[in-house]
């Protein structure tokens, strides 16, 4: 694993957004500090999947468009390909913009209806002189043939097109620049089950063909297992564990991502019926107001007096293997 | 032991400018008491419009052009209006799949709770209707069952919420309870809550469960048996074991390899290719036809029909003709 390069370091990654404080019911505006996303760090290395999981409100989209840029960061750093883009400004910024690409949730709002196919490619080909008219139009092409739609599709608009269809052209659209790292939030979630394949078998080829780099965001925790090389579980702002995907699902050691584990629902009635579950009770908290010391503390079935008062570290306890947890903090 | 619930030939149609949508064609179905099937289905084949067709809730523009619908013995499908809002809500009701839409926001949970018993059981006085409510949070598993009753929809979680519907669905024990991808909406560890809670309620009020879904791997958790549709038919019933361990539909087998599993190996993952077909488009072959890797001449030439492939398990494909060659 060392000799992998990096290719995006995140330290300390911190997002705040000013939220209305509603329950004030004073004249004058008051603000609550919503902590989307709250001291997150890891790596990224090059060539690989990088799977990230959690609840809906654990902040994963917040993260995965801070890393790019998409936010301004509160605090931390942003570390591509050795320089820190946190704090570049716009301009600056423009130079590393064709190297990172978003696919977005759903592939219904995330393309203009008013836009054919080739205009909607076209518009993320990054804008200098490099390319002439003949250059962009062959460069469509290309890019319908290889997320797997053909010539034909280029003068069609969006509403032609079924679901799966539509994130291959958002497909083709976040590979117009030749990135080298593309935020795939949530790709297939708004998909039906036998497309959801289609479409995650394309990422992989891309991958393998074109050498890309991902941070794959979803809530289907099977399918981030099957795609990711490592994989990160975050509950409220914090990341809670990190490890190789088989490791994760193997050996999960915080008592969330066990949990979450147990609550996968297995397409197998024998094994769906016999398993043992963890049901945690009660429901994620609000970020505004998160429980002090570790955030899962009144939700886990294990916690101790030192849970609900100290934040516990972000801590290796195996080779590349992360937890959160007090329960690894003495031990190891 | 007569059945709870007989869907005869039941085909429902939507009419618009464009022509003629058979959203439900000729499906037949039938439920004990306490039983829960499952209907599964990718988008656009049909499994709301039958849940709707049960409850007579179909949208503007669709009708039932063929096809009965017996409920405890009762052709539901001839009766008034005024005789099915007897039975809706009361006998049969419903869940819808996202809760933050379906309860209405400017009324606090205890009207909408009381609604239905103001309906349904005249006879209760104020204070007897607010202690079953009361009695029915409860159960669903809200603490602080008086505070909620005053509370409006927005301040409720959506796992919250979606236990206020099932409350609501069962506050008059129906004998059936259609559960519309009860849990789609929710993230896991609250799917699993919810999940629980039906099997509880099932459990405890013998009441007959239709969930439609298509998460495959919450069918596996709560079924008895399961439809499997496609295009507006039904293509397979199974029990669920049979459904999972052998499945007879080409349909279903790429259903089942196209879901990622915990314990899958890099590049098993199967898709079926191609997508639905449009469903106004007139059909003579099977609808599988040109997404099946098994597709025959006779496929394309003509429908195939039900054939019994097991034990309470028939599919409807030409592999199961009898006098399709059986393979050595």
Redesign the interface.
């Known amino acids: 694993m060392s000799e992998k390069k990096k290719l995006v370091e995140i330290r300390h990654l911190k997002k705040y957004f000013k939220v209305n404080d509603a329950s004030y019911k004073g004249l004058r505006r008051r603000t609550n500090t919503l902590k989307a996303v709250d001291d997150v760090s890891f790596d990224i290395y090059e060539g690989e999947t990088f799977g990230l999981v959690g609840?809906?409100g654990c902040g994963k989209t917040t993260l995965g468009r801070t890393v790019i840029r998409l936010y301004d960061p509160t605090d931390g750093e942003i570390i591509f390909e050795g320089t820190d883009i946190s704090k570049l400004t716009s301009k600056e910024l423009s130079t590393y913009r064709k190297d990172m690409h978003m696919i977005f949730q759903d592939p219904y709002a995330s393309l203009d209806p008013r836009m054919t196919v080739s205009e909607i490619i076209m518009e993320a080909m990054p804008n200098d002189d490099s390319l002439s008219t003949e250059d962009r139009r062959q460069r469509v092409l290309e890019l319908l043939d290889l997320v797997g739609l053909n010539s034909d599709h280029a003068t069609r608009y969006p509403h032609e097109f079924?679901g799966?269809?539509r994130q291959r052209v958002g497909v083709a659209r976040s590979l117009a620049a030749n990135p080298k790292f593309i935020v795939c939030d949530e790709p297939i979630s708004a998909l039906?089950?036998?497309?959801?394949?289609?479409v995650?078998?394309l990422l992989?080829d891309l991958q393998h063909k074109l050498g890309l780099t991902y941070l794959f965001i979803a809530?289907d925790?099977?399918?981030v297992?099957?795609i990711s090389d490592r994989v990160g579980v975050m509950y409220l702002g914090k990341m809670v564990e990190l490890a190789d995907s088989d490791t994760l699902?193997a050996h999960p050691m915080h008592p969330y991502t066990q949990?979450?584990?147990?609550?996968?629902?297995?397409?197998?009635?024998?094994?769906?019926?016999s398993k043992r579950?963890i049901?945690?009770e009660g429901?994620?908290p609000s970020p505004i107001n998160p429980p002090s010391g570790c955030a899962f503390h009144n939700r886990c079935p294990r916690a101790t007096e030192k849970c609900s008062q100290v934040i516990p570290e972000f801590k290796e306890i195996d080779d590349g293997h992360f937890v959160a947890c007090h329960l690894f903090s003495g031990n190891y | 032991m007569s059945k709870l619930l007989e869907v005869k030939n039941l085909s429902t149609s939507f009419f618009t400018k464009y022509g003629e949508i058979k959203a439900v064609n000729n499906v037949s179905f039938d439920l004990d008491e306490g039983e829960v099937l499952a209907i599964v289905g990718e988008s656009g084949s049909g499994k709301s419009v039958t849940a709707f067709s049960i409850m007579q809730l179909i949208a503007k523009g669709g009708r039932i052009v063929n096809g009965e619908i017996h409920f405890n013995g009762q052709e539901i499908t001839k009766l008034t209006e005024k005789e099915m809002t007897r039975i809706r809500g009361k006998e049969i009701s419903m869940i819808f799949q996202d809760p933050m839409t379906c309860l209405n926001p400017v009324f606090t949970i205890g009207d909408q709770m009381e609604e239905v018993l103001k309906l349904h059981f005249k006879e209760l006085g104020k204070a007897e209707r607010k202690q079953r409510c009361l009695e029915m949070l409860d159960k669903v598993g809200i603490p602080n069952a008086e505070e909620r009753l005053k509370q409006y929809p927005h301040e409720l979680s959506g796992g919250m919420r979606q236990r206020v519907m099932i409350a609501i669905s069962l506050l008059c024990s129906p004998k059936l309870l259609i559960a519309d991808e009860p849990t789609t909406a929710l993230d896991v560890t609250i799917q699993a809550q919810i999940i629980d809670l039906l099997k509880e309620l099932k459990e405890e009020y013998n009441t007959a469960i239709i969930i439609i879904t298509h998460d495959l791997g919450v069918v596996a958790n709560i079924a008895d048996k399961v439809n499997v549709m496609y295009s507006g038919e039904i293509v397979e019933t199974a029990d669920i074991r049979n459904l999972y361990y052998n499945p007879s539909h080409p349909y279903t087998w790429g259903l089942l390899k196209a879901l990622p599993r915990l314990d899958m190996k890099e590049n098993e993952l199967q898709p079926i290719p191609g997508s639905t077909p449009d469903l106004l488009l007139e059909m003579d072959h099977c609808p599988f036809f040109d997404r099946c890797e098994y597709a025959m001449e006779c496929c394309r030439q003509s429908k195939p029909e039900y054939y019994e492939t097991g034990e309470n398990h028939i599919a409807k494909c030409w592999r199961y003709h009898p006098d399709f060659p059986k393979e050595a």
């Open positions: 609840e809906s079924s799966g269809q039906d089950v036998s497309i959801q394949a289609q995650v078998n992989k809530h925790l099977s399918m297992q099957y699902y949990a979450l584990m147990s609550a996968i629902p297995v397409p197998d009635p024998d094994m769906e019926r579950r049901i945690v429901e994620v």
